[in-house]
């Protein structure tokens, strides 16, 4: 009974802590710790609502939806590739988009833990950086904002590498621009606006992440048309510069929104600025079972998660349906993505189960692979899978931020974003390996099938195979003390 008692007290602590804090955010006068410890108070906007945090969500929408969602939509690109001389043939195509989306996860780690580690650094910025980005009248900010205002100079490289690209006549000159040095631009540019988006949405974070997930999805369901009928009629060169132009227009009137909610300075009356502490971040979260597993089931999802994505539109122009049969398919794959981040995001918030979350969103994931995309031979089945797993499969992400919560639930939470960053990486060594993967298990099943649908069978059986196995990392680890009972 001892341990209960002290359980509930626990409990009932942590409760009342929370709820002074969002009383205390919702009334906009929080009190921070400068670096004496002394007790600083600041004005600052709401958490998990007002005008500031969605106007911030809205503008992390918009960077999303548009940097993240071309990468997405490769597979209409990979298709048209494969039917030009220069690259017809070659088992890597699929290695540009890949590798574009790949480095945006794999870099997460050291951006995320340079963003959260370092943000007492102070260091002068740019006049319109005080101008648009600060939060305060100082010119001086933490490394987050410093990595953000590095955008300004270092994300044009997502920009660059598009214009550079049209220009590319061998294939790996395609990986070199529309791969490397667009995942390198969109690295810089994307985890300072995560670290943005955690300080203004707590409780409802879940909620918050599903959105900005579902972003790329929405710009899925428009993108992969606009490509197709871009490429069917000017070619990859001057379809590479129109989105360069696009994603300028698009992105650069919200760049001003991007303000953060936590002050990069403390101030105390009558005294000079000083840095606002970093949180210590507690290390011992490597050491517990709970993040092994879901890294375990991360990465095993993350080998399977991106094929789909490309080579549904080559399956589909295999079976003779059309070659815009392929864009719709990804286009209804997209609004089903969205549907499911934000579902799984909004249940997350509602206290269920992550675990059960996770596992059944891989689980239906699994299903629809191996009973539906495997037996596909015609174009209504194919959407019934695109829907299934594009609901279900992009699901899994949306509980990322629920996940870091359940590992960092000693430590207040200053470790979640690391942890983030490495859900990130262990995702993307998924996305980097799936266009040798995916290529490799195409030629294995064109030499064993002669060519047609059948030349994916193998790309559909390991997608599979990585969902059930995501899913019974996860549910092992549940039914452990079931067994301990029982057996």
Not at 377 to 385: A, M, Q, T
Not at 418 to 441: R, S, T
Request: proline fraction near 4%; charge should be positive.
């Amino acid at each position: 009974m001892g341990c209960v008692e002290l359980a509930e007290r626990q409990r009932h602590a942590e409760a009342t802590a929370v709820a002074a804090a969002r009383a205390d955010a919702e009334s906009g006068d929080d009190m921070l710790l400068d670096d004496t410890g002394s007790r600083v108070e600041q004005r600052l906007a709401p958490v998990d609502g007002g005008f500031a945090a969605w106007r911030l969500l809205w503008a992390a929408f918009m960077f999303e939806g548009c940097l993240w969602g071309f990468p997405m939509s490769y597979g209409v690109f990979q298709q048209y590739y494969s039917t030009l001389p220069q690259f017809a043939g070659n088992r890597y195509i699929g290695v540009v988009g890949t590798i574009a989306s790949g480095l945006g996860y794999l870099g997460a780690p050291v951006v995320m833990l340079l963003v959260q580690r370092h943000q007492q650094w102070l260091r002068p910025m740019i006049w319109i950086g005080c101008k648009s980005l600060t939060t305060s009248n100082s010119c001086d900010v933490s490394t987050a904002n410093t990595f953000i205002m590095m955008a300004f100079y270092i994300g044009p490289i997502c920009i660059l590498s598009l214009v550079a690209g049209s220009f590319a006549t061998t294939l790996e000159m395609l990986i070199l621009t529309q791969g490397v040095a667009y995942g390198l631009g969109f690295l810089i540019f994307y985890y300072p606006i995560l670290h943005m988006v955690s300080e203004y949405w707590v409780a409802r974070r879940g909620m918050a992440f599903g959105i900005l997930c579902g972003a790329s999805g929405i710009s899925g369901t428009a993108m992969p048309f606009v490509v197709q009928a871009l490429l069917s009629r000017y070619g990859y060169a001057t379809t590479l510069r129109a989105v360069a132009c696009a994603l300028v227009v698009l992105t650069g009137p919200v760049m001003p929104f991007l303000q953060r909610r936590l002050p990069a300075t403390a101030h105390r009356h009558g005294s000079t600025p000083t840095p606002a502490p970093a949180p210590r971040i507690d290390w011992r979260f490597l050491r517990t079972e709970l993040f092994w597993i879901y890294t375990l089931s991360n990465v095993l999802q993350g080998f399977g998660y991106f094929l789909p994505a490309l080579y549904l539109p080559s399956y589909a122009s295999a079976l003779g349906l059309g070659e815009r049969t392929g864009a719709v398919l990804l286009a209804v794959m997209s609004v089903a993505q969205v549907c499911g981040q934000f579902a799984f995001g909004y249940l997350s918030d509602r206290k269920i189960s992550t675990n059960v979350l996770a596992s059944t969103a891989v689980a239906v994931a699994a299903v629809a692979c191996l009973a539906m995309w495997q037996t596909a031979r015609s174009l209504p089945v194919l959407v019934c899978f695109a829907v299934a797993y594009g609901f279900f499969a992009s699901g899994y992400t949306a509980m990322w931020a629920r996940m870091c919560t359940n590992v960092c639930k000693g430590d207040g939470g200053a470790a979640a974003p690391v942890v983030y960053g490495l859900l990130n990486f262990g995702k993307g060594l998924g996305n980097i390996f799936a266009g040798p993967i995916g290529g490799n298990l195409v030629a294995r099943g064109a030499g064993q099938f002669g060519g047609g649908a059948l030349t994916y069978r193998w790309v559909v059986v390991f997608t599979g195979i990585c969902m059930l196995a995501s899913a019974g990392t996860i549910v092992a680890k549940s039914l452990r003390p079931f067994f301990k009972v029982y057996f």
